[in-house]
């Protein structure tokens, strides 16, 4: 299995407040990618990173935001939680050589926003 | 922009039957295709792969795929199914004209139930 890290795995919280999740991992592929899981949508791209300080919006990207200071770690950011923003997410990691690299999944971050 | 559509949001099958999961992108360049499986509380895990070597792609689990241009068709399909195979599966999608790394659009799922 892919070294891929996720913290928290679950997580409660209230309206209005800033949560983190992060991303850890220990395979030092360049591309670190943010998913949100919510059923009959498959998954869709919140954030992507291509390298350190390098970052780039994903299909939902509207109230997250990203940073990536080191090679192994990438965090998601949600400035003010929304209900809208209960989810399941995935961080996802390749080598990027080339499109047709698939990606390797971490187990999720159950978020519930109250 | 990619789409991806697979038909049926829950499939049931019986134990020893052919599971058939259907996918179907929109691109008009033919896409790097993927399929994925997702056990429950867990991440997604690869399955297969296609990136044009083969049509027919043969993947874990005795899982195989099989790339259709004329029908912009990605069908995965195992011959008998096995209890172990209830999960939901993911078709997703890389655009070949990515300049670098591979964003994937993913299906909307479809999760599998086998019946003893």
């Known amino acids: 299995d892919a070294g891929i890290t996720q913290s928290p795995r679950h997580k409660v919280t209230e309206t209005g407040t800033p949560v983190t999740l992060r991303c850890h991992q220990t395979?030092?592929?360049?591309?670190m990618y943010w998913y949100r899981q919510d059923p009959g949508h498959g998954l869709r791209l919140i954030h992507y990173s291509y390298g350190v300080k390098d970052t780039d919006k994903g299909e939902v990207s509207d109230g997250y935001s990203v940073s990536r200071s080191k090679t192994e770690d990438f965090l998601l950011t949600l400035e003010s939680a929304t209900s809208s923003q209960t989810s399941v997410y995935f961080c996802a990691i390749s080598d990027g050589q080339g499109a047709s690299q698939p990606q390797h999944f971490g187990d999720g971050t159950r978020l519930s926003i109250l | 922009a990619q789409s991806v559509t697979q038909l049926g949001s829950h499939v049931s099958v019986s134990e020893g039957a052919l599971v058939l999961l259907r996918c179907n992108y929109s691109?008009?360049?033919?896409?790097?295709l993927f399929w994925y499986v997702q056990y429950p509380n867990q991440g997604l895990q690869l399955l297969l792969k296609y990136t044009s070597a083969a049509t027919l792609v043969k993947g874990i689990n005795g899982f195989e795929a099989e790339f259709k241009k004329s029908e912009t068709s990605f069908h995965l399909t195992k011959p008998s199914a096995h209890m172990s195979d209830a999960a939901e599966y993911f078709c997703a999608v890389s655009d070949q004209g990515q300049a670098a790394g591979n964003k994937l659009t993913f299906g909307g799922g479809t999760r599998v139930l086998v019946k003893p």
């Open positions: 691109s008009s360049v033919p896409p790097y």
């Open positions: 395979e030092n592929h360049r591309y």
